[in-house]
């Protein structure tokens, strides 16, 4: 996850902190080899038990922008409130259909807003037909701010008024969210006055043909990478 200050006086500026796990996978992806990358979960268990472990298949090219897990995450039993306050139920709505799924918030200054636009402008080079197949759902780590009407007004400006955000209540979010390797906290204030939120760290590729998060983005992932990956995770390959 990456930490950020939402600044309480115009002078403040941001703070980040590099994701660890998003290092540990730059590392197995170089090395070419299969590792367990962890955020204090148990290797015994199996990812998407509770555990935060993901097995990590580098493969040979280390240039590639997605990581393919050799064990998927279960796709997290979440029901929060959609953009237009309605009940949302993660794994119903989606079920079936190619999904994105990343954890961040409206006031993040940078990674967040960029993330969701280049998933945008890489979805509007996808035909017709696989831009309605695919499913792009932002989770808010920050819901005392991120209301549905709030969610409902950032989304279209920071990627597209087809995806969909989610809001609720903060521990069905964290529990969610670690129920596919991400790890956060809840929103706190410095003392400055400043809010400190928490964003995931990558955005996690769910394939159509069995419901798994089989593929990891982290946040340098370009406009470029996902218009070449999006038609083969449309179709539940591995990109």
């Given at each position: 996850?990456?930490?950020?200050?939402?600044?309480?006086a115009?002078?403040?500026r941001?703070?980040?902190?590099?994701?660890?796990?998003?290092?540990?996978?730059?590392?197995?992806?170089?090395?070419?080899?299969?590792a367990a990358?962890?955020?204090?979960g148990?290797?015994?268990?199996?990812?998407g038990?509770?555990?935060s472990?993901?097995?990590?298949s580098?493969?040979?090219?280390?240039?590639?922008?997605a990581?393919?897990?050799?064990?998927?995450?279960?796709?997290?039993?979440l029901?929060?409130?959609?953009?237009?306050?309605?009940?949302y139920?993660?794994?119903?709505r989606?079920?079936?259909?190619?999904?994105?799924?990343?954890?961040?918030?409206?006031?993040?200054?940078?990674?967040?807003?960029?993330?969701?636009?280049?998933?945008?402008?890489a979805?509007?080079?996808?035909p017709?037909?696989d831009?309605d197949?695919?499913q792009v759902?932002f989770?808010?780590?920050d819901?005392?701010?991120?209301?549905?009407?709030?969610?409902?007004?950032?989304?279209?400006a920071?990627?597209?008024?087809?995806?969909?955000?989610?809001?609720?209540?903060?521990s069905?979010?964290q529990?969610?969210?670690?129920?596919?390797?991400?790890g956060?906290?809840?929103?706190?204030?410095?003392?400055?006055?400043?809010?400190?939120?928490?964003?995931?760290?990558?955005?996690?590729?769910?394939?159509?043909?069995?419901?798994?998060?089989?593929v990891?983005?982290?946040?340098?992932?370009?406009?470029?990478d996902?218009?070449?990956?999006?038609?083969?995770?449309?179709?539940?390959e591995?990109?």
């Open positions: 996850m990456s930490e950020e200050k939402t600044p309480g115009a002078s403040a941001p703070g980040r902190r590099t994701p660890l796990v998003i290092a540990a996978v730059a590392i197995v992806a170089a090395l070419g080899i299969t990358v962890g955020l204090g148990n290797d015994d268990k199996p990812a038990s509770g555990s472990v993901a097995v990590v580098g493969g040979s090219d280390s240039t590639k922008a990581t393919v897990l050799d064990r998927p995450f279960t796709k997290p039993a029901v929060l409130t959609d953009t237009k306050g309605q009940k139920d993660l794994r119903e989606t079920k079936g259909k190619p999904t994105l799924i990343y954890f961040g918030y409206t006031h993040c200054p940078d990674v967040c807003p960029l993330t969701m636009s280049n998933i945008a402008i979805k509007k080079k996808l017709k037909a831009q197949k695919l759902v989770v808010t780590t819901p005392e701010r991120d209301t549905s009407a709030e969610l409902a007004k950032w989304l279209p920071a990627g597209d008024p087809s995806f969909t955000g989610l809001t609720g209540d903060f069905a979010i529990a969610g969210a670690r129920q596919i390797g991400i956060i906290d809840p929103p706190t204030k410095d003392k400055d006055g400043n809010v400190v939120s928490m964003h995931g760290a990558q955005v996690i590729a769910f394939s159509p043909t069995t419901d798994q998060g089989y990891l983005y982290g946040e340098d992932a370009s406009v470029d996902y218009a070449k990956d999006l038609p083969k995770i449309i179709k539940g591995n990109p």
